[in-house]
């Protein structure tokens, strides 16, 4: 980040810093992740209750989102209108506009000027005015995020100039469901802690043996029968989660009038959804429902504890691709964005070695090994996802056996060069430093009982992550769309347990995959969450309380 300070912004730059800690959360820049330009200029604009809001007509919905936020804490009846002129700077107010942007800014750029007479956020597209709104909202004293009108504050915004734009063009977080069901009011809690942190990928790990979550009109046993398992098990105290049905059973699923108002939430926060259907493997839920379209025919039951692998698809059975094909009918409807997910990792293989038919399929088809028949099985998946509309995406191990041509990969455990080199995207998700089902220190005395296992992924070593791989040439880094965090619910079973696995370590992706490499100074970081940390009680996130001393003393294993 580039900051430049004028003698007069120097000056206030110091009485910012030497300031108590309210006034600091007030008054100097907190912003994360942090913007790539920003002059730190004299001066402030003060938010007042005849403060003037205006938008372009293509940014009303932007300006609603900004008064939604100003509105409950100050008090003041502030409206944004729409205004048909030039786009220059309005005195008094503040304006949104996508007129006369730098489209260097790209989509998701944008340029916020903050003068003591007027505030301008400008941006190429909606998505990065929205952003700018964020960066917006954390200038403003941590209390405009108290749901109530808070009296004795000031609502001073420090006068500043940013231009900024994304590192990378995917910044994700995955929920697993699957494991532990979160309602749809808590996957939204999830979407706006992602957008207040830019964040744009939200993949959501819908099924797999352990649960099946997501309503086909088609085939209504897998919720029935899928969705739900005798208990939470994971030796959990039945107390310790909620999602359970009036049977007793444990479970839930989303119908799809729940899928298509998460999708309309995530969309006006600019947030694309991947949804997650696992194949050929991990599929013991939905084969407890339909057990023909397994290797063994079963009994299939979805699993209540980890490492649970048995649920296989038969791929030597045509009707196995009908049955996937129906579904991701469905799921192409329900979700507008690029990808869907595919799942493919873990497969247990050695159920297709014991199958006759599987063994015959792979004569037939010219197979040396149940690696080339997964490539085969994913390659058939493909051409059906493309032929919906969208792009398939899985796990590494799609790598085995030759990637399907228009795939993309998502990296845990290696194959970004590989596939960077045959020419298919990449995103960046390696268990050590993107996995926050890991312990968050390496004394898990001082972590909540059977709260993680693995790791420790600390707030240090998240923030030290690099999405670039360092054997991947110039030339192909444009492969490498970005990178995201994904929290796997085994040790998971409530939401205030997911916030806290998940905050701060998702601040730090969120600076990793937005901000610029050279810019990245982890104790300013430490300093920036501090103030966010106010944020977040003020929204009810929980997050792991830490402080600036204890990441001095405990550096990053």
């Known amino acids: 980040m580039k900051i430049n300070l004028t003698a007069a912004g120097a000056f206030l730059a110091l009485l910012l810093v030497t300031a108590s800690a309210s006034a600091a959360g007030t008054n100097q820049p907190a912003i994360i992740p942090q913007p790539q330009v920003m002059d730190l200029r004299p001066g402030v604009f003060m938010l007042a209750s005849g403060t003037r809001i205006y938008t372009d007509f293509a940014s009303r919905e932007t300006g609603k989102i900004l008064t939604d936020r100003l509105c409950p804490a100050t008090g003041y009846p502030l409206q944004a209108s729409t205004k048909f002129f030039g786009g220059a700077a309005i005195l008094g107010g503040i304006f949104l506009t996508t007129k006369d942007a730098g489209t260097n800014l790209g989509p998701e750029g944008y340029e916020l000027t903050v003068a003591p007479d007027s505030v301008v956020i400008r941006a190429p597209a909606q998505a990065g005015l929205f952003y700018g709104v964020q960066t917006l909202f954390q200038l403003l004293p941590p209390a ?39 309602n749809k009011s808590e996957v939204e809690i999830f979407l706006d802690g992602m957008a207040l942190h830019k964040l744009n990928t939200f993949h959501w790990h819908l099924t797999d043996d352990h649960g099946w979550r997501i309503e086909i009109k088609k085939y209504p046993k897998l919720t029935e029968v899928g969705a739900w398992r005798p208990g939470g098990g994971f030796d959990f105290d039945p107390k310790t989660t ?16 729940d899928i298509h108002e998460v999708v309309k939430y995530a969309t006006a926060r600019h947030i694309t959804i991947v949804p997650e259907i696992e194949m050929p493997g991990h599929s013991s839920a939905a084969l407890s429902a339909y057990p023909q379209y397994g290797c063994t025919g079963g009994p299939f039951e979805p699993a209540m504890t980890a490492g649970i692998f048995n649920g296989i698809y038969d791929p030597a059975k045509e ?72 792009r398939t995406i899985g796990w590494s191990e799609i790598l085995q056996g030759g990637l399907p041509r228009h795939a993309a990969v998502m990296d845990w455990i290696g194959g970004a060069k590989e596939a960077a080199a ?108 501090q103030i966010q940390f106010q944020r977040f009680d003020l929204l009810g996130i929980n997050y792991r309380r830490v402080t600036p001393g204890y990441f001095a003393t405990s550096p990053a294993k």
């Not at 909620?242 to 009038?257: N, V």
């Not at 869907?340 to 873990?346: A, F, L, N, P, S």
């Not at 063994?359 to 919906?388: C, P, T, Y």
């Not at 268990?431 to 600390?458: R, V």
Request: proline share 6%.
């Open 144 to 182: 405009i995020f108290s749901s109530s009108v808070v009296t004795d504050a000031d609502w001073q915004i420090p006068c500043v100039h940013i231009q900024d734009w994304p590192r990378f063009q995917w910044r994700g977080f995955m929920l697993d469901v699957s494991r532990h069901f979160f």
């Open 242 to 257: 909620t999602a359970y049905g009036p049977d007793g059973r444990y479970g839930g699923f989303y119908t799809q009038d």
């Open 319 to 390: 009707e196995t691709f009908q049955f996937l094909a129906d579904i991701l009918t469905e799921v192409s409807q329900l979700f507008p964005g690029p990808y869907i997910h595919i799942g493919g990792d873990e497969v247990p293989k050695e159920t297709w070695k014991n199958s006759a038919d599987c063994q015959a399929l792979m004569k037939r088809e010219g197979l040396k090994n149940e690696e080339e028949l997964q490539s085969w099985f994913v390659r058939r998946m493909e051409k059906i996802v493309d032929a919906r509309g969208h």
């Open 422 to 529: 045959a020419g298919h995207d990449v995103v960046m998700t390696p268990t050590a430093y993107c996995y926050f089902d890991f312990y968050q220190s390496a004394n898990h005395a001082s972590e909540p009982k059977a709260a993680a296992w693995g790791g420790p992924l600390t707030l240090e070593k998240m923030y030290a992550f690099e999405p670039m791989p360092t054997n991947v040439p110039p030339e192909l880094q444009s492969h490498i769309l970005g990178a995201q965090g994904n929290l796997w619910t085994e040790q998971i079973p409530n939401l205030k347990q997911a916030e806290y696995m998940t905050f701060p370590r998702a601040c730090a992706l969120a600076e990793v995959t937005w901000s610029a490499k050279d810019a990245r100074d982890f104790s300013d970081f430490t300093r920036r969450l």
